[in-house]
């Protein structure tokens, strides 16, 4: 039986990582969606108020730059990541790609989605010191936490 995988996506390292080892480790009948959350910093570009200090003004036009180049590079890890799995064998009528605004927070988007009837969230561990990761906690840490009912799977 083939089973919805949802794969936690950006730009990183260690979500290329989850998405090789979901095409080494897994079975090519599955269904996998490729999950990313948008953080909602892109509004700050569209804001044109007269209540935003003259420095955020100057540095606006920099900002939504990055922002665009953020963007871009999710782009090419969701292109890499389909190509990772087209070339393991997946059929590309398996692969799906999801994009969503950050609407409660990223670990809970993720979670939220993986409970309209996914069978396994992957996703990369991120590599943070054991003290920051304590103090500041991670994505992949909230998941964990929130996930109920449905299984994690880390990749470092």
């Not at 260690?14 to 599955?30: G, L, W, Y």
């Not at 500041?136 to 799977?153: R, W």
Request: negative net charge; glycine residues 6%; aromatic residues 8%.
């Amino acid at each position: 039986m083939d089973k919805k995988i949802l794969v936690a996506i950006d730009d990183s390292e260690n979500a290329i990582r989850a998405v090789e080892f979901i095409a080494s480790s897994f079975t090519k009948d599955n269904d996998i969606t490729l999950f990313n959350v948008v953080q909602d910093t892109a509004a700050l570009c569209e804001m044109n108020s007269p209540e935003l200090t003259p420095y955020f003004k100057s540095q606006q036009s920099s900002f939504c730059l990055l922002e665009e180049k953020k963007q871009e590079l999710v782009n090419q890890a969701v292109g890499k990541a389909k190509e990772i799995l087209m070339d393991a064998g997946f059929d590309e009528n398996n692969i799906t790609v999801k994009s969503e605004l950050k609407k409660s927070g990223v670990a809970r988007d993720i979670v939220k989605e993986a409970e309209s009837g996914y069978h396994v969230i992957v996703m990369g561990r991120r590599g943070m010191s054991g003290i920051k990761d304590f103090i500041l906690g991670s994505i992949s840490q909230k998941v964990f936490n929130s996930a109920k009912n449905i299984s994690v799977l880390f990749v470092n």
